[in-house]
C-alpha cells in the first residue's frame, strides 16, 4: 500500500484533476460533516448524498421532496435567507441526525468543506467517510478488504475553510499508525508522514490538541455547538463504514 495524504483544502481544486482511479480514498472532516455522517448511518438514514452547494442541495430537493436537506455555512444550519425560501432540516450537527428523524430518509447536505472534500474525490476507485467515531472500523476494512489492501491511499483532511485542520490531520496519522500497527505494509508519501508525527506527538493529549485547534475554539464559542466537539472525539463508537458510491451517495458497507 502506498500511502499519502491531502493535508490541505487549497489542494482540493487539483486533485479533481487527478487521475483516481486506481486509488482508495479515505476523507475525514472530524469537525463534523464525516462525523455526522456516521453517526446519521448509525441511526438509520438510508444514504447521505453530498453536494458542494447549497443551489445544488435545493435542485435535489424539488425534485424530491421527501428528502432531507442538512448542512452548514459558518457552523450553523443552513437558513432561510440563505437558500431563498425554505429553512435546512438539519444542520452539520451530529446529535441533530437522532433515530426519530433520519431513520429510513436520504439525506442531501452541503458543508463548508466536508462534502467538497468528498466531491472532489468523485473519480476514485472507493471513497470512505471516516471520523474518529468509526476509525478502527476503517483501518480494518482497509486492511482486510482486498480491493483497497493493495491500492494507492489517499487519506484526505477537509480543513477549515482555506486552511488546515489539526482534528482532520490528527486523524489522518491515527489511520496510518492503526494500519501500521496491524502489519499493512507499505510507503507513506511526505505529507502522511507530517500527519503520522503530528499524531504521535499529540496522541497523550489528543483531546486538549483538537479543544485548541481553530475549529474546535470555533465550536466550543457556539453554546448550541459546544457539545459536537466532545461528540466527535469519541473513539470507535461506531463499528461501521460508510462509502459513498459512484451514484454520489454514502452509505453502509454490509
Given at each position: 500500500?502506498?500511502?499519502?495524504?491531502?493535508?490541505?483544502?487549497?489542494?482540493?481544486?487539483?486533485?479533481?484533476?487527478?487521475?483516481?482511479?486506481?486509488?482508495?480514498?479515505?476523507?475525514?472532516?472530524v469537525l463534523r460533516?464525516?462525523?455526522?455522517?456516521?453517526?446519521?448511518?448509525?441511526?438509520?438514514?438510508?444514504?447521505?448524498?453530498?453536494?458542494?452547494?447549497?443551489?445544488?442541495?435545493?435542485?435535489?430537493?424539488?425534485?424530491?421532496?421527501?428528502?432531507?436537506?442538512?448542512?452548514?455555512?459558518?457552523?450553523?444550519?443552513?437558513?432561510?435567507?440563505?437558500?431563498?425560501?425554505?429553512?435546512?432540516?438539519?444542520?452539520?450537527?451530529?446529535?441533530?441526525?437522532?433515530?426519530?428523524?433520519?431513520?429510513?430518509?436520504?439525506?442531501?447536505?452541503?458543508?463548508?468543506n466536508g462534502t467538497?472534500?468528498?466531491?472532489?474525490?468523485?473519480?476514485?476507485?472507493?471513497?470512505?467517510?471516516?471520523?474518529?467515531?468509526?476509525?478502527?472500523?476503517?483501518?480494518?476494512?482497509?486492511?482486510?478488504?482486498?480491493?483497497?489492501?493493495?491500492?494507492?491511499?489517499?487519506?484526505?483532511?477537509?480543513?477549515?475553510?482555506?486552511?488546515?485542520?489539526?482534528?482532520?490531520?490528527?486523524?489522518?496519522?491515527?489511520?496510518?499508525?492503526?494500519?501500521?500497527?496491524?502489519?499493512?505494509?507499505?510507503?507513506?508519501?511526505?505529507?502522511?508522514?507530517?500527519?503520522?508525527?503530528?499524531?504521535?506527538?499529540?496522541?497523550?493529549?489528543?483531546?486538549?490538541?483538537?479543544?485548541?485547534?481553530?475549529?474546535?475554539?470555533?465550536?466550543?464559542?457556539?453554546?448550541?455547538?459546544?457539545?459536537?466537539?466532545?461528540?466527535?472525539?469519541?473513539?470507535?463508537?461506531?463499528?461501521?463504514?460508510?462509502?459513498?458510491?459512484?451514484?454520489?451517495?454514502?452509505?453502509?458497507v454490509h
Amino acid at each position: 500500500m502506498k500511502i499519502d495524504a491531502v493535508l490541505s483544502p487549497t489542494e482540493l481544486p487539483a486533485l479533481a484533476q487527478r487521475d483516481l482511479r486506481e486509488t482508495v480514498c479515505v476523507v475525514f472532516d472530524v469537525l463534523r460533516a464525516t462525523s455526522t455522517f456516521v453517526t446519521a448511518l448509525r441511526n438509520g438514514a438510508k444514504e447521505i448524498t453530498p453536494v458542494s452547494e447549497i443551489s445544488e442541495a435545493l435542485a435535489i430537493k424539488k425534485n424530491q421532496s421527501d428528502v432531507l436537506l442538512g448542512g452548514e455555512r459558518n457552523g450553523l444550519k443552513i437558513s432561510a435567507a440563505q437558500t431563498g425560501g425554505i429553512n435546512f432540516d438539519l444542520g452539520n450537527s451530529p446529535r441533530e441526525y437522532a433515530p426519530e428523524k433520519v431513520r429510513g430518509k436520504t439525506i442531501v447536505s452541503t458543508t463548508t468543506n466536508g462534502t467538497r472534500a468528498l466531491r472532489a474525490c468523485a473519480s476514485a476507485k472507493m471513497i470512505l467517510a471516516a471520523s474518529f467515531l468509526n476509525l478502527n472500523a476503517v483501518a480494518k476494512f482497509l486492511r482486510q478488504n482486498p480491493e483497497a489492501r493493495n491500492e494507492n491511499l489517499l487519506i484526505i483532511c477537509a480543513g477549515t475553510r482555506e486552511n488546515k485542520a489539526d482534528e482532520d490531520i490528527l486523524a489522518a496519522g491515527a489511520l496510518i499508525e492503526l494500519l501500521f500497527k496491524d502489519g499493512v505494509e507499505g510507503t507513506v508519501s511526505d505529507s502522511a508522514k507530517i500527519a503520522q508525527t503530528f499524531y504521535t506527538e499529540s496522541k497523550s493529549d489528543l483531546a486538549a490538541v483538537i479543544c485548541n485547534s481553530e475549529n474546535g475554539r470555533r465550536l466550543l464559542a457556539i453554546p448550541e455547538l459546544r457539545d459536537d466537539v466532545k461528540f466527535c472525539l469519541q473513539h470507535d463508537i461506531f463499528p461501521l463504514v460508510a462509502e459513498m458510491k459512484t451514484n454520489g451517495a454514502i452509505h453502509l458497507v454490509h
